[in-house]
Every structure is written in C-alpha cells, then in structure tokens.
C-alpha cells in the first residue's frame, strides 16, 4: 500500500514536470515565433492613391484595418487595399495565430508620384552646422614640452558652435580667435551626442610662441556624386546615401550647401580591390551653380534647384516603383560616363525589405557589356544613380563591393523620398 501510494507521488511529480517543461517549451516557441515575425513584418506600407495593392506579409497573423472611427474591417491575408484618390494613412492591427497582438502598421496612401530620373553627375560642396572637430593631439611648447590644451576636453565627432557666445561659421575664425586670445580662457559650445554643452579651454604657446588648443576641425565637404531625381517643385534627391567625415565617419550635420554642373575629365576603371571613380571638374562660382542642398540623410542629400537648361533633355518623369513591386531580376540604371546620360543593364540580385541599414536594401549585379568595358562595374562617383524596373524608378546605387566591382548595393525610392520636403 505504502509503495502504491510512493509510486502515485512520483507519477504526479513527473506529470508537474512534463507539464512544465511542455509550458516553457511552449513559451519559448511563442517567444521566438514572435520575435522573428515581429523583425519580418514593416513598420509601414505605402500605397500610391487610386492604386489598389495586394499585400502578403507571410507570417501566420490576421488583424484589422482601423479605416476610421466609424468603420473596421477584417483582414485574412493576403488581401487587396484598395487606395483612395487622396493622401490618408490608417493602422493595421496584426495579432500572431489570430490571438497574441503583435505589431501596430501604418497603411499609408500616399500621392501617386512621378518623378525625373536623372542620373546625371554634380558637384557637392557642403558646410557643416558649426565645426566638426576630428581629433585631439599634441605640440611642442616654448620649452620642448609637450602641450595637450584639448585632450579629454574635446572628442572626435564634436561640433564647435560658438566661442564665448560668438557663433563660430568657420575653422579660420577659430584659429584667429585663439591666436589673438593672449592665453586666455576659451568657452566653447559643443555640439556632443546631440546635446549641447559647455567646454573651458586654456590655449597653450607652441614653440614659435602661437596660442593653439590642439585640434584639427573640418568645416566642409566636396566631392562628385550621382543626382538620382527631380520632382515637379525641382524638389532633388541624389547619392542615396549621406556624407559622412572621412575620419570620423559620422554623418556631417550641414549648415549650407550647393550643387554644381561637373564634367567628367576620366574615369578609372574598377578592379578587384580597387572600386575604381570618375575624376570630374568642378568649378566653384556662382555660375555653376544648380541649387542647394538642405539635408544630408543616410538616405542621400537633398535640396531644390535653380535651374534645369541642358540638365535633363528627352528625359520624361516615370512612377515610382512601391517596395513591394521590386522583383529579382532584369533592371536598368541611368548614368553619364559616356559624355551623356545613358541606360546600362543589371540585375537585381537580392531584395530586403528589413534591412538594419537603409541604404542597403538592394543587391545588383552590372551586367551591360559596355557598362563594365567602360567603369569595370560600379565605381566612385555613381552613387546615386537611378534604378529602373519595368519603366518605373525603383531605387539608386549606393556602394559598390570592393572586392568586386560589378556587383554593389541600392536603396529602395521610397526611403529616398521620405526625406524630401
């Protein structure tokens, strides 16, 4: 009896046990299942206005769509939105298995936008907003010592905005400022980490008896890229990518800048190991230039033109292609290396539409034959140029792989326009 009762015990326990372990094990696959389709799912879906879009987010889930207060209806996926005539965003609320709530997404109907697609190189000439602080270092003071006004004061990344509450435009006006200080204490307003702060610095004579405060500073940026776009406000788009600092790598944050007209004076080929780029000239006055820039994005810069006489001849604006659209396979890009704008075959070889990266959503491969004997593939100075598919603008090249010049990365149109004013 004993033994029957020690028996009935331990065949409870060992139930407990594997109901436990069944309920963790459950968790966890809910848990994981959750995660993965709540990183696969977009955080918004765009549909252009009177355009109807089928939508297949492949992940067990079904939801609702909020189309206003007075009116729910019930999704199944996949199905067809069918887009109204006017700009309007709703929610989609998604739940994982019809029961867990997963993930809140934005439908939103935007207007049904035809853009330029230009491919026509610039020149890029940049201010940044304050100035940009690269490192911080050593001299030689009067007496051999070494001098370290700026070490652990001031940091790499840091933007310099004023100078004893005057705002600073230039890294000239700083040097000037310190030199003509006799010595004396310095207040800089720094730009760190987007906040502001306050920096007290003692400049130091360097051995020919020269205040300095021990750091190099850029105040702007040049460089020739690929302008991909122009809407019907002269509203542009180009590199696909932003300016970051060579040294720093941080994105430049910019008080200013223009775009020029550049010709292209040679084109070094891209090799294994060596991108290759186009060498252009840039004169820098103002009859050259075409506009300003007003942001620099991860997604490229953009600003509005001036003027367009002899920039876009026989070029006719074209849809843009939604996200969803981009298909693997036959494309076309539209760029200048050959004294004027042309169309070059590729491939689209990879579509990510969750990429951690913007400017990374697409993978191509340059298949043009003429293409690849004239760049070897992609090259320096390309970014930005525009994607073709089926006659609509899908996105702009953004990086090449180095280790091989045909192949190379783009951004999808729509992150691109999400930055235009």
């Known amino acids: 009896m004993k033994n029957m009762r020690v028996s009935e015990r331990r065949k409870r326990r060992y139930q407990l046990f594997l109901y436990a372990f069944l309920g963790f ?56 939105i069918v887009a109204g005539e006017s700009p309007d965003t709703c ?70 905005m004023a100078m004893d509450g005057v705002a600073v435009t230039g890294k000239r006006q700083i040097k000037e400022y310190v030199e003509n200080g006799n010595g004396r204490d310095i207040v800089l307003q720094v730009s760190r980490n987007e906040k502001i702060i306050q920096v007290r610095i003692s400049p130091m004579q360097d051995q020919n008896g020269v205040y300095k405060i021990g750091t190099w500073l850029r105040d702007s940026a040049q460089g020739i890229g690929t302008m991909t776009f122009l809407d019907e406000e002269l509203h542009f788009g180009a590199l696909g990518h932003g300016i970051h600092d060579t040294d720093t790598n941080a994105l430049m944050e910019i008080r200013n800048g223009r775009v020029y007209e550049t010709s292209i004076r040679s084109i070094q080929k891209g090799i294994d190991g060596n991108p290759g780029g186009i060498e252009g000239i840039i004169v820098y006055n103002r009859y050259n230039v075409l506009g300003k820039i007003d942001k ?86 390309m970014s930005g140029t525009p994607i073709i598919q089926n006659g609509k603008i899908a996105g702009a090249v953004t990086h090449v792989f180095v280790s091989d010049p045909t192949r190379g990365y783009g951004i999808f149109i729509e992150n691109m326009l999400k930055d235009v004013e």
Not at 39 to 61: F, H
Request: aromatic fraction near 6%; charged fraction near 25%.
């Open 25 to 80: 094990a459950l968790g966890m696959f809910l848990w994981a299942s959750y995660s993965y389709y709540e990183q696969k799912i977009p955080n918004i879906i765009r549909i252009q206005a009177g355009t109807s879009q089928r939508i297949d987010l492949k992940v067990p889930a079904s939801g609702v769509l909020n189309v206003d207060s007075d009116k729910v209806i019930a999704l199944n996926q996949p199905v067809t």
């Open 91 to 160: 929610q989609m609320e998604l739940r994982l298995f019809g029961v867990l709530p997963l993930k809140s997404i934005d439908i939103e109907v935007i207007e049904n936008t035809r853009l330029i697609p230009v491919g026509q190189p610039i020149g890029i000439y940049m201010k940044t907003q304050g100035v940009l602080v690269i490192d911080t270092g050593t001299f030689e003071g009067p007496k051999g010592q070494e001098q370290s006004p700026s070490v652990y004061k001031l940091q790499a990344g840091d933007y310099v």
């Open 296 to 381: 620099n994005t991860d997604c490229g810069i953009f600003g509005t033109l001036d003027r367009t006489e002899n920039l876009f001849q026989d070029t006719d604006p074209m849809e843009i292609m939604q996200t969803d659209e981009i298909k693997k396979g036959d494309a076309k890009i539209r760029c200048c290396v050959e004294g004027k704008v042309k169309e070059y075959k590729i491939r689209i070889t990879k579509i990510d539409k969750h990429t951690r990266e913007e400017n990374k959503g697409l993978e191509i491969e340059v298949t043009d034959p003429k293409l690849l004997e004239i760049t070897g593939g992609i090259i320096q100075g």
